[in-house]
């Protein structure tokens, strides 16, 4: 499975971006999430949806200011990011996996195949 992150760039605080996600294959994977990296940091968990559920989840830090959602016809993920921050600033990837405990899923081992990530730089 290869994950094509897209979407990113640069945008004044305050602002709006959509990131997508598409996968190269049909695959069932059973959640789909975005995680973000700044330097010297370990990645962080943002958000994710599951397959057969209408439940997502957040990170505190995005909460009422993203919106993760999912086209399994399209294999596609996405997350609307309002009210940009400059914290928001990061490395975004996209990664799917087979896990729906809570705990595993806001983990980066609770995923098995990831995106190569697309740059997100907030200016304040």
């Known amino acids: 499975v290869q994950l094509q992150a897209s979407g990113g760039g640069s945008v004044q605080a305050g602002g709006s971006l959509r990131l997508s996600c598409a996968a190269s294959?049909?695959?069932?994977?059973?959640?789909m999430a975005w995680f973000r990296q700044t330097p010297g940091k370990e990645r962080e968990f943002v958000a994710a949806?599951?397959?057969?559920?209408?439940?997502?989840h957040y990170a505190d830090s995005v909460k009422g200011r993203f919106t993760i959602s999912r086209d399994n016809a399209k294999n596609t993920l996405y997350v609307q990011m309002n009210n940009l921050k400059p914290e928001d600033t990061a490395v975004y990837y996209c990664?799917?996996?087979?896990?729906?405990?809570?705990?595993?899923?806001?983990?980066?081992?609770?995923?098995?195949?990831w995106g190569q990530g697309t740059q997100v730089t907030v200016s304040s």
């Open positions: 949806a599951f397959r057969w559920s209408s439940s997502t």
């Open positions: 990664a799917v996996g087979t896990s729906t405990i809570l705990s595993r899923i806001r983990s980066v081992d609770g995923y098995d195949y």
């Open positions: 294959r049909r695959t069932f994977p059973m959640t």
